[in-house]
């Protein structure tokens, strides 16, 4: 470890991986708790129209993040295997290239989408009474995209380098300042000005900002190797070929979101023909899972961090360990999660829905019959993080929309006339176990392993010296 750097392709696989898992698994959490207090907030200070404007805006920040966040992993992976082959210069030639890419995507996104918010808005079928409110809401979030890419980026590329805490740290600066300022600019408490629910976007907007301008300062006062100075400020003028490979790198990361999210859209429209009571269940179910899932996503997001490294090093004889141990982490600590939700869903689920409620039980079945299926998705994101870690995009998307759409809503849709409503709840074990199955048998087939996204960059950039 130096400065915050750390070489994972260097000594014991098990604890250097569950120790850099932690870190990402706690960020996780907190954002997750961030949005549900800022949501809290919302609702008690402005009620149901700004829950529902609030609702709405978030569907289409979600796509305009997908493809933030895929570029930025795009740049995590190149930043991770050129500090495998130690070559710094070239880990910042792709921080200087993935920042100007990001930020052109930002600014474009920003005059777009404030330009079309009230279009866009109508399109989603945004409710009459709540579309004055959500518009107000994105354009202020619209103007805090820049300051977003650029903190997603520092994050992300952090990790690539081996640094899972300082993204940590400022992720709590972060929720503290936005979930702490929330309540003083809706509601105008003290000097502050009453904002109502462009209030909370303005939280955001400072909480990001701070949280990108704090993380920038350690990176130059470590002097780390994503931090760019002198001649190196060149670098975020980059030729052509390496802002096309981010870019459709990242492009194709972004895109599997917006399938995953398509997919549980879709879901939601069959769960709401069972009726008010079921689909209020599934909502409850739903965000039982959110949180089950938080272990798989930062086990694999350590696993893709780890295995660019060595895939860098040209340490190939490590993926093999990496990934194994990547899963028995994620059968570990998932496996609990549901164990312990199961054992304690009635009092959980009775949180969101009310003592004698008649979804709880509806809910504790969905629980009982899906949840364990997160085990097989959490082992296809480990793999898949491995996977990625060598900038392969193609494959894990195709094997997501064949398990999402094909197996689980497939099944959901045709086992109706024998299951009924239970079809929905046994498709999400059929899609994950397709997945899985899938999944696995690309990654002993070991395409992926043929060329690293370190040598296609080179010879991209070669190609249009």
């Known amino acids: 470890m130096a400065g915050g750097r750390q070489d ?19 960020a996780n959490v907190l954002q997750s708790l961030n949005a549900s207090i800022n949501t809290v907030w919302i609702g008690r200070f402005l009620g149901e129209r700004a829950l529902a404007a609030t609702a709405n805006a978030s569907n289409i920040l979600f796509l305009i993040f997908s493809a933030l966040f895929g570029c930025s992993m795009a740049a995590m992976i190149l930043v991770g295997q050129h500090m495998g082959r130690r070559d710094v210069d070239g880990a910042r030639r792709a921080v200087g290239a993935a920042a100007t890419l990001l930020l052109g995507i930002s600014f474009v996104m920003m005059a777009i989408g404030i330009g079309l918010t009230d279009k866009l808005l109508h399109l989603l079928g945004t409710p009459a009474d709540a579309a004055p409110l959500a518009s107000a809401y994105l354009k202020m979030m619209f103007w805090s995209l820049p300051f977003s890419a650029i903190m997603v980026l520092l994050m992300m590329t952090l990790r690539g380098i081996g640094d899972a805490m300082t993204p940590l740290w400022f992720m709590i600066v972060g929720i503290v300042l936005d979930a702490g ?9 003290g000097p502050f000005p009453e904002m109502g629910i462009v209030g909370s976007a303005v939280a955001t907007l400072i909480a990001n900002g701070v949280s990108m301008v704090g993380m920038l300062a350690v990176v130059y006062w470590r002097d780390l190797p994503i931090r760019l100075r002198g001649r ?32 549980a859209l879709v879901m939601v429209g069959l769960v709401n023909q069972a ?10 179910a739903f965000q039982l899972w959110n949180y089950i899932q938080m272990p798989s996503m930062a086990v694999a997001s350590a696993v893709s961090a780890m295995a660019a490294q060595n895939i860098g090093a040209g340490r190939w004889d490590r993926l093999g360990s990496i990934t194994n141990i990547g899963l028995l982490y994620n059968f570990l600590m998932t496996g609990v999660l549901i164990a312990l939700l199961t054992l304690v869903d009635d009092h959980v689920l009775g949180l969101f829905l009310g003592a004698g409620s008649p979804a709880i039980g509806v809910a504790e079945r ?57 079809a ?35 010879r991209a950039e070669h190609a249009s010296a």
């Not at 400020?233 to 490979?245: D, F, H, K, N």
């Not at 299926?373 to 959490?378: A, H, I």
């Not at 193609?394 to 409503?421: E, T």
């Not at 709840?425 to 060329?451: C, D, E, H, I, N």
């Open 232 to 263: 190196e400020l060149a670098y975020l003028l980059p030729g052509p070929a390496l802002i096309r490979l981010i870019f459709g790198k990242g492009m194709m990361m972004g895109l599997q979101m917006f399938v995953l999210t398509a997919a």
């Open 366 to 422: 969905i629980h009982l019959l899906a949840s364990w299926s997160f085990l097989f998705s959490g082992a296809t994101m480990v793999m898949l993080g491995t996977i990625r870690a060598n900038g392969v995009v193609l494959m894990p998307l195709i094997i997501m929309i064949v398990g999402l759409f094909a197996c689980r809503l497939g099944f959901a849709l045709f086992a109706q006339p024998w299951l009924h409503f239970d």
């Open 8 to 26: 994972l392709t260097q000594g014991p696989i098990a604890s250097t991986l569950l120790l850099f898992a932690i870190p990402t698994l706690a």
């Open 275 to 284: 009726g008010v009571i079921v689909t209020a269940a599934y909502g409850v």
């Open 181 to 189: 300022l929330n309540p003083f600019f809706i509601a105008g408490i």
């Open 424 to 458: 929905l709840w046994w498709a999400f074990p059929v899609g994950s176990m397709a997945s899985a199955a899938l999944t696995w048998a690309y990654y002993r087939q070991g395409g992926w392993k043929k060329t690293s996204l370190v040598e296609q960059a080179e």
